[in-house]
T-cell receptor, first 114, second 110 residues
Framework: GAGVSQSPSNKVTEKGKDVELRCDPI?????LYWYRQRLGQGLEFLIY????????KSGLPSDRFSAERTGESVSTLTIQRTQQEDSAVYLC????????????FGQGTRLTVV | GQNIDQPTEMTATEGAIVQINCTYQ??????LFWYQQHAGEAPTFLSY????GLEEKGRFSSFLSRSKGYSYLLLKELQMKDSASYLC???????????FGPGTRLSVLP
């Protein structure tokens, strides 16, 4: 596609429910990143994919968070048993694998846990 | 690990020049990036430095000193629309991950 696409754009869920957030990167971009941004805060790194592998999962806040990527394309971030502190905007970005190229961001998914 | 620091907030006047600083400590380095983020929107790419020196792109310039772990973003002829958060990010050489600083919220006043 022309840009990074994320869905849904907004999600309201009840505490304790599971949610899945989807990211479609720019075609041909082998690197894919997930970040969390709480209101008024900076970007908190969650996980990074190179192809379908995740060399760096260090940012996942807890074992309730998981992510996968298939076909070197779509990625899904899953949050199980959501908590109110999970409320944030979840941003996905993609870039070419070669060093020195910028990452392009999607518009994000605004998650609200009530 | 990586540690990136920026001032939290800055204020400047329309038409003026402002410099936003970024310092970083990283285990590897493969480029420093600046992004602009308007409230409620996704970050958009502004500039990239991998070698020491100044990169100029219109009203925006970015400088890098690798030996000092220091960069700045220079905005000239400020406009009201430049009111936004400016994010400094470092790409590490190993995993090619992007790590972002906390961002600097710039307010441009008339």
């Amino acid at each position: 596609g022309a840009g990074v696409s994320q869905s849904p754009s907004n999600k309201v869920t009840e505490k304790g429910k599971d949610v899945e957030l989807r990211c479609d990167p720019i075609s041909g971009h082998t690197a894919l990143y997930w970040y969390r941004q709480r209101l008024g805060q900076g970007l908190e790194f969650l996980i990074y994919f190179q192809g379908n592998s995740a060399p760096d999962k260090s940012g996942l806040p807890s074992d309730r968070f998981s992510a996968e990527r298939t076909g070197e394309s779509v990625s899904t971030l899953t949050i199980q048993r959501t908590q109110q502190e999970d409320s944030a905007v979840y941003l996905c970005a993609s870039s070419l694998a070669a060093g020195g190229t910028e990452a392009f961001f999607g518009q994000g998914t605004r998650l609200t846990v009530v | 690990g990586q540690n990136i620091d920026q001032p939290t907030e800055m204020t400047a006047t329309e038409g003026a020049i402002v410099q936003i600083n970024c310092t970083y400590q990283t285990s590897g380095f493969n480029g420093l990036f600046w992004y602009q983020q308007h409230a409620g929107e996704a970050p958009t790419f502004l500039s990239y430095n991998v070698l020491d020196g100044l990169e100029e792109k219109g009203r925006f310039s970015s400088f890098l000193s690798r030996s000092k772990g220091y960069s700045y973003l220079l905005l000239k002829e400020l406009q009201m629309k430049d009111s936004a958060s400016y994010l400094c990010a470092v790409r590490d050489i190993g995993g090619q991950n992007f790590v972002f600083g906390p961002g600097t919220r710039l307010s441009v006043l008339p």
